[in-house]
């Protein structure tokens, strides 16, 4: 390794330990890291403004926009009452019915998308019931990425894979769906062993929630009105964004656009629900990571990884799940799926069926966003938001729960490709 490569990865794990031990906000250390490989000349600013990803920070300022607006309707509150009065005030099915839902959306909007939705409807929930929300925000974390893994446009790992092999729309669901909802039945079972066995309250709580009425809690019926019809037209403009030849960032900006013009709602109290430290945060990590890209390092992690396996699509297969759920849990898999693009379209000028490989990668780089807060963008966004409501997720608390059940979605994941693709 030349001299760049290793600055470029001493600056990565230094913020990567700052991040970790709470020192600093991870903001600050992502920032400082940013500035750092610019300052000394690692990456150029021209070039980190290149690896900074501007449709996902697009798609984060326009919905965190968006959804401040909407909030102001009551439309969250009108929500989180009916599903809990739904659950009879059950905290266990309310805690089920905010998975599925979380998981259905991720699949066909973008995750962070369904967890800004999602987030202020736990909040009230928890509130009326007076329990501890880390479970929920825990298990919607993973609902979010998982269900992402279903589709082609739920996860951007997918859209590019899709975009480099041909696979549609179709491919997915017939491939990643039926383990994905395997793996979600598994986490369901998994937190209810947890933490659902001891979700109890008190028959006092159960019967306030009973008592009250959805309707009372909406703010403005006419702004309800505008968010719901407005929010149908950003689910149908994300799924058929790629036929539209617009990028996602476009849609959640044009939906803050219009809703704010026709709802005639205060833009400065809309910006002032903008998560400004989620944004600078993936800014920052972006241009460390883009220092590793540039200097070849990710190159190197991926080749490492193939050249591991001798060339035999099996290994190579429980490989690239293996690792790029780990690398994905530390790392933006955006720039590592982008890496390992052309490797696999190399592999199959040769003659190799790579078919195998390009599900490995899928499933890995997008169960992978699970392993860490940093792991995913809808991990960071909502573990912001409980911040918000005095409810912080440490690094260390995400990631003793988070890991563990990453590892296990991996390992179905990994008897499903084995079942699927058997030794030849």
Not at 81 to 109: E, Y
Not at 193 to 219: A, P, S, T
Request: proline share 3%.
């Amino acid at each position: 390794m030349d001299v760049s490569q290793i600055v470029s990865i001493v600056v990565f794990v230094v913020v990567m330990v700052f991040i970790m031990s709470e020192k600093l906000h991870r903001s600050l250390a992502a920032i400082s890291g940013a500035a750092l490989v610019m300052l000394i000349g690692i990456l150029p600013f021209d070039v980190a403004c290149e690896h900074v990803d501007m449709n996902t920070l697009g798609v984060l300022f326009g919905m965190m926009l968006f959804v401040g607006v909407v909030k102001q309707s009551g439309l969250f509150e009108f929500l989180a009452i009916k599903c809990a009065r739904a659950a009879k005030g059950n905290p266990w099915i309310i805690m089920v019915l905010f998975v599925l839902l979380t998981a259905v959306l991720s699949a066909f909007l973008d995750n962070v998308t369904t967890v800004l939705l999602i987030g202020p409807m736990t909040v009230t929930v928890c509130k009326l019931l007076e329990v501890n929300p880390f479970p929920y925000f825990m298990v919607e974390i993973l609902a979010s990425n998982i269900g992402g893994t279903a589709t082609l446009i739920g996860d951007p790992p997918n859209i590019m894979i899709g975009s480099a092999a041909g696979y549609s729309f179709a491919d997915f669901i017939m491939v990643d769906a039926p383990v994905v909802v395997v793996i979600l039945a598994v986490v369901i079972g998994m937190f209810y062993i947890m933490y659902g066995k001891k979700m109890h309250v008190d028959d006092e709580k159960r019967h306030r929630i009973m008592e009250l009425n959805e309707y009372d809690h909406v703010k403005s019926m006419r702004l309800l009105r505008q968010s719901v019809v407005v929010m149908v037209f950003v689910v149908i403009g994300f799924m058929a964004h790629g036929a539209l030849h617009v990028e996602s960032s476009v849609i959640a900006l044009t939906a803050a656009g219009v809703l704010l013009l026709i709802s005639g709602e205060s833009i400065e109290r809309a910006l002032h629900e903008v998560e400004w430290t989620t944004l600078s945060f993936f800014a920052g990590l972006f241009i460390i990571v883009g220092a590793m890209a540039e200097t070849g390092v990710i190159e190197m992690l991926a080749n490492a990884l193939i050249s591991a396996t001798g060339g035999d699509v099996f290994v190579t297969m429980l490989v690239l799940l293996v690792g790029s759920a780990v690398i994905s849990s530390f790392l933006d898999n955006i720039p590592f799926v982008a890496t390992m693009i052309p490797i696999l379209l190399t592999m199959e000028s040769t003659g190799m069926d790579v078919t195998p490989l390009w599900w490995a990668v899928s499933l890995g780089a997008c169960l992978g966003g699970n392993g860490t807060l940093i792991g995913a963008s809808a991990n960071v966004v909502l573990s912001d938001i409980a911040k918000k409501n005095g409810h912080e997720i440490t690094f260390m608390q995400f990631t003793k729960t988070g890991f563990p059940m990453m590892l296990i979605t991996v390992l179905i994941a990994g008897v499903y490709l084995v079942l699927r693709y058997p030794p030849m």
